[in-house]
């Protein structure tokens, strides 16, 4: 890892796709976040499912779940499922998710249709009884329990 104070992606983001369409990653994704006023690291643990960027089916020829902004929906659902854990506030999220995709260079028009898309509808996946993201065995494919609110 790097000693930069700057926003940015420490490791790489690789995957498996799962039979059920979403994807788990192979190894720790590293994000250091830089700005919004602090230096911290949010580290997203191997095994954690994701479904990338959750985007209404008539939008995806604009923005497609899968693309550029990858990483930064990787990023965003593990910090959701910290929110609904009680770890995390879900307007630092978004804010977050922000950040990681202007590292990543994502268009402006874009990162800001997907940044006001999750300030506007982001609540709804986090009332959900049975979310999507999760955390899976990567040997046995079983799902790991999350651990209790905080």
């Known amino acids: 890892m790097s000693d930069s104070v700057d926003s940015g992606f420490e490791t790489p983001c690789d995957l498996r796709l799962l039979d059920n369409g979403k994807f788990a990653l192979l190894g720790e994704l590293i994000y250091h976040v830089g700005g919004l006023g602090m230096s911290t690291f949010i580290r997203v643990p191997k095994g954690f499912v994701t479904d990338f960027a959750s985007v209404p089916r008539i939008l995806h020829p604009f923005l497609p779940k899968v693309g550029l902004h990858g990483k930064a929906a990787v990023v965003h659902d593990w910090l959701y499922y910290q929110c609904r854990l009680g770890r995390c506030r879900r307007v630092v999220a978004d804010a977050i998710f922000l950040e990681t995709m202007q590292e990543l260079e994502i268009p402006t028009w874009k990162n800001r249709l997907l940044y006001y898309g999750v ?7 986090l009332k959900k009884k049975n979310p999507w993201a999760a955390m899976i065995d990567l040997e046995t494919g079983q799902e790991i329990p999350p651990l209790k609110k905080n």
């Open 119 to 125: 300030r506007l509808g982001g609540w709804a996946s």
